[in-house]
């Protein structure tokens, strides 16, 4: 295959250098007639996409294996789209760049439900027909993975490979097996059914899917023999020994996260009843310090990068914390490399490590309470006080510190005026903090921002049978908040919660919902998770035109009987669970965290490894 010309459309569109590739650190291979081609996906522009931690992961991971060529593509931003359609131009990958079409694998990493327009966009780019069932034998096998991928149902006709859990390993058994069947006469058939068997991976298409008089589904069976009933995620069980990149691409423009990412742990100990990650990425598995202190080492000799970022999804609760950190600052900080803790918890606020931290470089802090009052943070087990917040504010302010965001969640089950007006109160009390703090200690010109995103219910968390509130139940609280909070030093920042409808219906949808991701795509709907973009009248339209109504996946409360669309997934803790979780929740009660007290979710009799 030849490289395709597109340097005269690099002229024509903003940012080209989203479309060179050759960045420091990229792979570059000659390709034989043994060679696995695989084309990793992400379905956004090349400043997300490589700001993606898993990506950076599977494509050295994948580029080690010497019969493996993986290559990154993109979503090319509109108007360079414009420019490819008209040239002729196909989806290419940015190493070789040649089309994907003719690659043995495209894999797409589903992080987010309002990306699947964007999906079926890039397979249209590139050739690939979008139904499972329209494709032929040449043609590649489109594999997804991710957090969506536990519910890929409203996908599942798009795809033919979806890889439940995590992907280090399971990625390299489905090519070891594809290799050897092509070698000895390929099937794609027989590849898809045999793949099957390996644990952690679900072909959608093996499996018949039929539904109630009144929408719900009745049930989901295999439609053949040793095709497996349940699918069970892949877990890794040792961090330290699992693939981590040693060194990663360094691009040519700024994009969102410009850092070494340096991943310090798995799971999370602390079970919010609103959160699919902690539940689905269950159990906790932690690197050792030296693995980091030796990654860290590479990482930093091989990108140039001046800050490196922990990441996990509650880095406070890393047991080695505070020794990692010290070193991270002895070490580099001399370099004027600065570290950075995303997801900071209130309850186990250390001070001495912010202290640290800012030696060399002095950030915004953020900090999630998601509610406004005790009741509705017992409500969702957030298991932190208000005092924890006052405190943590008054250590920050003492430190000199000035910039604090609060993230919010408005909608959630059981909430009152009374809890919206919570996060008034709250707000106003910590910059109260603030002026309590004498002038010579703090520093200058405070801003807290208020941040309130619109709840969503997700599968495999307690609250996967709530409803979400309505759109006028959605203003009519943002209303309710914005008019009460006006004050000085105080930004209030809430999204518009149509995205949030959207997000809702796919995350917990059917197949049904395939035919309104075709006619959406055929409207031009694409980049919905980008406000310039999104048309939620379209996409209204879409539904009514497919006799679809929102409301009965968004809006619906569930019954714990009804089966739900992913009830043919394990991910290791059990509906039980879950349901008793949910009835927690309704007496305001709560769970303590994973290392106070076994709370029994069935991750420990499901998978080994992590402090189950």
Same mark, same amino acid.
């Given at each position: 295959?030849?490289?395709?010309?597109?340097?005269?459309?690099?002229?024509?569109?903003?940012?080209?250098?989203?479309?060179?590739?050759?960045?420091?650190?990229?792979?570059?291979?000659?390709?034989?007639?043994?060679?696995?081609?695989?084309?990793?996906?992400?379905?956004?522009?090349?400043?997300?996409?490589?700001?993606?931690?898993?990506?950076?992961?599977?494509?050295?991971?994948?580029?080690?294996?010497?019969?493996?060529?993986?290559?990154?593509?993109?979503?090319?931003?509109?108007?360079?789209?414009?420019?490819?359609?008209?040239?002729?131009?196909?989806?290419?990958?940015?190493?070789?760049?040649?089309?994907?079409?003719?690659?043995?694998?495209?894999?797409?990493?589903?992080?987010?439900?309002?990306?699947?327009?964007?999906?079926?966009?890039?397979?249209?780019?590139?050739?690939?027909?979008?139904?499972?069932?329209?494709?032929?034998?040449?043609?590649?096998?489109?594999?997804?993975?991710?957090?969506?991928?536990?519910?890929?149902?409203?996908?599942?006709?798009?795809?033919?490979?979806?890889?439940?859990?995590?992907?280090?390993?399971?990625?390299?058994?489905?090519?070891?097996?594809?290799?050897?069947?092509?070698?000895?006469?390929?099937?794609?058939? =027989?590849? #898809?059914?045999?793949? /099957?068997?390996? *644990?952690? $991976?679900?072909?959608? &298409?093996?499996?018949?899917?039929? !539904?109630?008089?009144?929408?719900?589904?009745?049930?989901?069976?295999?439609?053949?023999?040793?095709?497996?009933?349940?699918?069970?995620?892949?877990?890794?069980?040792?961090?330290?020994?699992?693939?981590?990149?040693?060194?990663?691409?360094?691009?040519?423009?700024?994009?969102?996260?410009?850092?070494?990412?340096?991943?310090?742990?798995?799971?999370?100990?602390?079970?919010?009843?609103?959160?699919?990650?902690?539940?689905?990425?269950?159990?906790?598995?932690?690197?050792?310090?030296?693995?980091?202190?030796?990654?860290? =080492?590479? #990482?930093?000799?091989? /990108?140039?990068? *001046?800050? $490196?970022?922990?990441? &996990?999804?509650?880095?406070?609760? !890393?047991?080695?914390?505070?020794?990692?950190?010290?070193?991270?600052?002895?070490?580099?900080?001399?370099?004027?490399?600065?570290?950075?803790?995303?997801?900071?918890?209130?309850?186990?606020?250390?001070?001495?490590?912010?202290?640290?931290?800012?030696?060399?470089?002095?950030?915004?802090?953020?900090?999630?309470?998601?509610?406004?009052?005790?009741?509705?943070?017992?409500?969702?087990?957030?298991?932190?006080?208000?005092?924890?917040?006052?405190?943590?504010?008054?250590?920050?302010?003492?430190?000199?510190?000035?910039?604090?965001? #609060?993230?919010?969640?408005?909608?959630?089950?059981?909430?009152?005026?009374?809890?919206?007006?919570?996060?008034?109160?709250?707000?106003?009390?910590?910059?109260?903090?603030?002026?309590?703090?004498?002038?010579?200690?703090?520093?200058?010109?405070?801003?807290?921002?208020?941040?309130?995103?619109?709840?969503?219910?997700?599968?495999?968390?307690?609250?996967?049978?709530?409803?979400?509130?309505?759109?006028?139940?959605?203003?009519?609280?943002?209303?309710?908040?914005?008019?009460?909070?006006?004050?000085?030093?105080?930004?209030?920042?809430?999204?518009?919660?149509?995205?949030?409808?959207?997000?809702?219906?796919?995350?917990?949808?059917?197949?049904? #919902?395939?035919?309104?991701?075709?006619?959406?795509?055929?409207?031009?709907?694409?980049?919905?998770?980008?406000?310039?973009?999104?048309?939620?009248?379209?996409?209204?339209?879409?539904?009514?035109?497919?006799?679809?109504?929102?409301?009965?996946?968004?809006?619906?409360?569930?019954?714990?009987?009804?089966?739900?669309?992913?009830?043919?997934?394990?991910?290791?803790?059990?509906?039980?669970?879950?349901?008793?979780?949910?009835?927690?929740?309704?007496?305001?009660?709560?769970?303590?965290?994973?290392?106070?007290?076994?709370?029994?979710?069935?991750?420990?009799?499901?998978?080994?490894?992590?402090?189950?």
């Amino acid at each position: 295959m030849e490289r395709l010309q597109i340097d005269s459309l690099l002229y024509r569109v903003e940012k080209p250098a989203r479309y060179l590739g050759n960045e420091l650190n990229s792979v570059h291979k000659t390709v034989d007639e043994n060679m696995v081609r695989f084309a990793f996906c992400f379905p956004d522009i090349y400043e997300i996409g490589m700001s993606h931690l898993g990506m950076q992961i599977l494509y050295h991971l994948l580029n080690r294996q010497k019969n493996v060529f993986c290559e990154r593509v993109f979503a090319p931003a509109t108007d360079m789209e414009e420019q490819m359609r008209s040239s002729n131009i196909p989806l290419f990958a940015l190493e070789s760049r040649q089309p994907i079409r003719n690659f043995d694998f495209i894999g797409f990493t589903l992080q987010y439900e309002l990306s699947y327009t964007n999906i079926l966009n890039m397979l249209d780019l590139a050739g690939v027909p979008i139904y499972s069932a329209d494709r032929e034998e040449e043609d590649p096998i489109i594999v997804v993975g991710g957090p969506c991928a536990y519910n890929c149902e409203p996908i599942a006709d798009f795809v033919d490979i979806a890889v439940l859990g995590e992907a280090e390993e399971v990625i390299l058994e489905v090519i070891d097996l594809y290799s050897k069947m092509r070698k000895e006469g390929y099937n794609k058939f =027989e590849f #898809l059914k045999k793949a /099957t068997l390996i *644990d952690g $991976i679900y072909v959608p &298409s093996f499996y018949d899917v039929v !539904y109630n008089d009144n929408g719900t589904v009745k049930t989901v069976t295999p439609k053949y023999e040793h095709v497996p009933g349940t699918i069970r995620k892949r877990i890794v069980e040792s961090l330290d020994k699992v693939f981590y990149p040693e060194e990663i691409i360094v691009p040519y423009l700024n994009i969102v996260h410009d850092r070494i990412m340096l991943e310090i742990f798995r799971g999370c100990i602390r079970g919010c009843r609103f959160c699919q990650a902690g539940f689905i990425y269950r159990p906790v598995r932690e690197k050792s310090f030296d693995r980091l202190r030796e990654l860290a =080492e590479k #990482l930093v000799s091989g /990108t140039g990068y *001046d800050e $490196i970022s922990l990441a &996990s999804l509650s880095t406070s609760d !890393y047991s080695e914390l505070e020794k990692t950190v010290r070193h991270l600052m002895e070490e580099y900080g001399d370099k004027k490399i600065g570290i950075s803790l995303p997801s900071l918890r209130l309850d186990s606020f250390s001070l001495q490590i912010i202290k640290e931290i800012q030696k060399v470089r002095k950030t915004g802090l953020t900090f999630a309470p998601e509610a406004g009052s005790q009741r509705l943070r017992d409500v969702i087990n957030k298991g932190i006080t208000e005092e924890d917040l006052i405190n943590a504010a008054k250590d920050v302010f003492q430190s000199g510190w000035n910039n604090i965001k #609060l993230y919010f969640m408005i909608g959630l089950p059981t909430e009152t005026d009374e809890d919206i007006l919570g996060i008034r109160d709250l707000v106003f009390k910590v910059v109260d903090e603030y002026y309590r703090v004498p002038k010579e200690q703090r520093g200058k010109r405070l801003n807290v921002t208020a941040s309130a995103s619109t709840f969503v219910p997700k599968p495999f968390t307690p609250f996967q049978w709530e409803p979400q509130s309505t759109l006028e139940e959605i203003y009519a609280k943002q209303k309710l908040l914005a008019s009460n909070i006006k004050r000085k030093n105080i930004t209030l920042d809430y999204h518009d919660p149509k995205t949030s409808l959207l997000e809702a219906v796919f995350a917990k949808g059917d197949r049904k #919902l395939s035919k309104v991701l075709e006619l959406a795509l055929k409207e031009g709907c694409k980049f919905d998770g980008w406000i310039e973009h999104f048309d939620f009248d379209k996409w209204m339209a879409v539904f009514k035109k497919v006799n679809i109504d929102p409301a009965f996946y968004a809006n619906r409360r569930q019954g714990y009987d009804e089966i739900l669309p992913w009830d043919h997934i394990d991910v290791g803790v059990s509906k039980e669970f879950l349901i008793r979780e949910n009835e927690n929740s309704k007496q305001a009660k709560t769970t303590p965290n994973c290392r106070v007290n076994c709370a029994g979710c069935g991750i420990n009799r499901a998978f080994t490894g992590g402090i189950c």
